[in-house]
């Protein structure tokens, strides 16, 4: 069972100047556009169809999640949230900066009420005292029922590139990846870790099984995580003026920058080939692009060039 919540399918686009950028042949590099979905943009909408059906089916009157202090999965939730009709609690870890307020802004927009730390069980039982019906949404969305919207966009590119070779990802807290991998089978998705959990394997490999999948040896890159969660990587950094510069595609410094740095490297190292054809799926997370200091930085970059 799901809730509508955005339109499908996302749009598979050529990206030709960026695959020759990357080492590809021009025809070989296609970007599936689930930063176009509805509340923001971002890839946590297809998980939030299946938890929100979920949530509704057990008589909740809020959705509680956690995440990092500019989590997109956050923002979407409070946007599903407000769509449904229901309440919104958001339990972030992190500093928050007034200054870069990103997806921050856009909650408090949707009407969530956000907690800066704590633990989101502990808010879910005061809650339950206060006699409302709370559910509580893991993080990243990352369960077996989130994840099967990930098998629904596995089943979307089989119809739009039923040649492919080659999905790669950003891997945060799991679900994208396992929902992928169950639909397409291991050896055709490279997931790229951003360093939000400390045991990937572990996580994809428990969510493929749930989903009924086989596993067999799964492609994940720890090589882009750099300093940790959130830290802007040189190779991060190169990404993002590439893409932007030879398509005009905006990544963001946490997942998107990183899973085109892995891109990078998997065509550096011969792990994808030109010739092949090559899905990058771009999960979104633009709000959280103002929200991170290289924002900033991008911003004097530019003054810099005026006439």
Known sequence: MTVALSHWPTPLDAAPRLAVAVGLRPGDLWVKRDDLTDLGGGNKIRKLEHLVAEAEGAGASVLVTSGGVQSNHARMTAAAAARRGLGCVLVLAGDADPQRPGNLALEGLFGARVVLGGDPVAVADELRGAGERPFLIPLGGSSPTGARGYLACAAELEEQAPDLAHVVTAVGSGGTMAGLVAGLGAERVLGVDTGAVDDPVERVTALVEALGGSVGALRLRSDQVGAGYGAL?????HAIRTAASTEGLVLEPTYTAKAMAGLVAAVADGDVRPGERTVWLHTGGLPGFF????????????LTHRG
């Not at 929200?291 to 530019?302: C, L, V």
């Open 291 to 302: 929200g991170h200091p290289f924002a900033e930085q991008a911003a004097r970059g530019a």
């Open 233 to 237: 990587t040189a190779a991060g950094e």
